[in-house]
């Protein structure tokens, strides 16, 4: 541990506290709301360390490796949350988290990245490469095209809509092997070169046995507090009346993307543009062309699967979200209206999931 | 008087001359075809009279001021139209004008704009800024945004579409928070200094008192003008025998927009690229991000509500448009096809009304 | 004869073989699976012949002539098929084997064609001038208005879905006008004296008498062959066991375009990226704005219409294949992830079918 500098301990003990807190309120039966609060703070500080641990790894094999690791265990924590919500059944919840987590990093938190980073340019105009965003486009349009025509072939009663498991499947397969042909060139691109988000704090590598541990019990740890998470998640969806769907776009997506969004922004605000385009949009990609269809294929061995199969209102709003981020990150540059107009699509949509 | 030249008296005794036969030919009980061509002519007149109006109040306080004026005033005898209608209990006809008079705007006008300004151009190509014309696509996505959950909650049956009423104000404040944000900038920047179309004929200013008494003057005689206009298009509308939604689309639309359009088109042939996509862009997105969403609140006052709940037909159209528009325009570039291809956009929406 | 090269005798030879084979399966009674086997390479090989024949009258009268020829005498047996087809009450095969032509063109050809570039390339990156794939984009988002009106009328019982056949006409003229106004400046553009694909391998011009020869016996051969074709289809498609989505989306499909696309793919191969991407964007072009609609009007003269109305998941894999194509292609440059995606959009759309 003394290979730790003084705020990354106060940070894991902080973590270690709101974990087992969380665990009493679990196990103690406190009240819901309270519970679901700790697991909350737990499972963002669970994803932190997650994210230290996964980085410290892949500088003992360079960024390709880092990238890999990061592409399928940084999204560990939201992985479980799905995992248990479809456990329990919770099948809206487990859907509209995923689409929510998707549509929280494509409109708010970018939204909010652009707003911060147009002021934070002299002349008011965000700049950044614009070759990640066009892929994130790509990939995005790619999952809509799922989607759209899943959600097409059911609204029509086609022969098809009595397949949309298989449907989904093959989708889900379809769009892995893409994400794998984008992900690998990209990983070994310059683009993987850049330092990542945090890195200057961390100047010095961990040592390899604390970076595995760190890695393992933040894994482990948050594979627990999803489980915590899910169970309060019932409860509280009751005791505040909301509906199932703002539970799950508003409340689940932001918790579960908490630390991740606040790092962007602040990328944002000391003007590191491209850094801050990059931690979003990889976020973004990695939901939709990743943890989707890997949830989609895992969730065959339960009793509740799912599917690519949306209620219209998300479908609709997935095409236009993915429109909107292409007409506006396309070009590279975005001024603060555009980051507003962002925002305004997410406020909208969650204003409409509170009537659903 | 004096202070203004020898054909602007003519043109305002013009129009006052057909304000007053609008006038005589409601109360006299003139047939509704005449009553209504005289009704459409002197209300494009108005609408010419407020625009010189705002225009020289506006030169006092610099272009910001003109750019707000015209923001908010220039829409004045469109506004009332659509207000008369919703009174009236012509919500169809409501409707279909303000989303006809977008259509109109940004697929007749504006494709008529590119087919003359490429022919004008030597080589076949209308150049112009990209900035204006990205900057309206993203406000346009984010009215289709609205526009299209609105009509998915609606068509299946989401409990969420027992609130359209809700949802509309909720999005009509929130499109004109991003519109406030996009306009304020915009006036700041250079793109306000340019010369407004029709500067040039009028080199003298008014002194203020005209200018105020001109638009005073037209404000009001538009609202009356409104009124009749409205009260002979039914009667008008059952003799033709069209739909109500080929009248809201078509006849509104154009004669509603007619001499914005006319100064367009005219630019263009003047080979004024930049300043007749500015004027046409400019209609498009305050019909989209402005005039729309303050109607939806002030129909709030009404029996008959305005909301963001369009026929599938509509939303469609305005989805493909808002596409089209920025693929054709986002480049900076258009060739006479391109025009075209906007303008066949339209006639067969235009036929399509037809059998409605 | 002797003013052919060897390789051209011998596929003239080994066509005319295919054709004689496929009207003695046809007449003789063969089973249907080889009959239509036999067909389907007989049908490519005498659209190879047209080809060849186009290209060489063509060169007579100058690129321009030779366009337009090719516009209008390549897709004829794709016409042929579709004709025959409709004429034998097979509506869903014709209106599947063109739609399906076009997302053969636009999705799978187009996809290999950049995997296959972006491989030649020395940095991975396949780039190529972006008019062509951008005016195809127009053209097919006009196509996808048409197609999505039509379709949300339908769904929505809209009085106007009792009018689609008027509605698909003025739709289909409206169309050819603007396909006419995009292609007689591009065929006198510089875009069009740029060497065809396969000039190369026939250096000397042929006998005018010849060529005209190859064009009549190649379009009158066609004729036949495409009605042996679609009388064979039937009991291959009950033979297969599979729906007749998947038959018209990707048998017919592919079978009718292999030697374009063939040809397009060896073009990428051998690193000439504007080549390749200008013939299958002419495809793709054809298809959606010429084919398409010339086959809507000539369908008035039959019994059985074709019409723009398309099932919904037609619809919205439209819509969504000429957003992909224009978000991978509208920038000039694609590598190969942003192939594999369009291959992707195709492999699900075809394995929807299956399930149809």
């Not at 932190?48 to 924590?77: D, I, K, M, W, Y």
């Not at 309060?232 to 409340?251: E, H, K, M, W, Y």
């Not at 850094?275 to 969730?299: D, E, G, H, R, T």
């Not at 979200?321 to 555009?338: H, R």
Request: negative net charge.
């Amino acid at each position: 541990m003394a290979a730790l500098g003084r705020s990354e301990r106060i940070v894991l003990g902080v973590v270690a506290l709101f974990t087992v807190l969380a665990g009493v309120a679990h196990y103690g039966g406190w009240p819901s709301g309270l519970a679901f609060a700790l697991a909350t703070v737990a499972l963002a500080g669970l994803a932190h360390v997650v994210g230290v641990g996964t980085e410290q790894v892949g500088r003992r094999f360079g960024p390709a490796v880092t990238g890999v690791l990061q592409s399928t265990l940084g999204n560990l924590p939201e992985l479980f949350v799905v995992i248990f919500a479809l456990h329990d059944g919770e099948t809206v919840v487990a859907q509209t988290s995923i689409i929510g987590s998707l549509f929280a990093n494509a409109l708010l938190v970018l939204g909010l990245v652009i707003v911060v980073g147009a002021r934070a340019a002299p002349d008011g105009v965000m700049r950044f490469r614009s070759k990640l965003p066009m892929d994130t486009s790509t990939l995005l349009l790619l999952t809509s095209f799922i989607i759209v025509i899943v959600g097409l072939a059911h609204a029509s009663h086609d022969p098809a809509s009595k397949h949309v498991r298989e449907i989904s499947s093959i989708g889900a397969v379809a769009l892995l092997l893409v994400y794998v042909a984008w992900v690998i060139p990209y990983l070994r691109s310059d683009a993987a070169v850049e330092p990542q988000p945090g890195e200057e704090e961390h100047g010095e590598p961990m040592p390899m046995g604390l970076a595995v541990g760190l890695l393992v019990l933040g894994g482990a740890g948050s594979a627990f507090v999803s489980d915590w998470f899910v169970s309060a998640l019932r409860p509280t969806i009751d005791a505040l009346n909301v509906s199932d769907a703002f539970a799950g776009i508003v409340i689940v997506a932001i918790a579960g993307n908490a630390v991740e969004n606040f790092a962007g922004i602040l990328l944002a605000a000391k003007g590191k543009s491209d850094l801050a385009i990059s931690v979003v949009k990889n976020s973004v990609a990695q939901v939709a062309a990743f943890l989707y269809p890997v949830l989609v294929l895992i969730s065959l061995l339960f009793a509740h699967q799912l599917t690519f199969a949306l209620a219209p209102v998300y479908i609709g709003t997935l095409l236009l979200t993915s429109l909107a981020v292409w007409q506006i990150t396309g070009d590279g540059e975005a001024v603060a209206f555009e980051g507003w107009a962002l925002v305004a699509i997410y406020a909208i949509l969650a204003a409409l999931t509170l009537y659903e």
